[in-house]
């Protein structure tokens, strides 16, 4: 926790949080590419 406060103090607050959640999105971010690629995938076989 304190290191976060230390963070929070010198790169400020909204910039932590921007990186927290960036970290916390990316995996699904990459699922959601994936599922995407595949549906794409399945319907062009069907066209």
Do not use: H, W
């Amino acid at each position: 926790m304190e290191q976060l406060l230390s963070y929070c103090s010198s790169y400020g607050f909204p910039m932590v949080v921007a990186a927290y959640l960036l970290v916390r999105i990316e995996g699904r971010l990459e699922t959601l590419a994936a599922s995407i690629n595949d549906l794409s995938k399945i319907i062009a076989e069907r066209l």
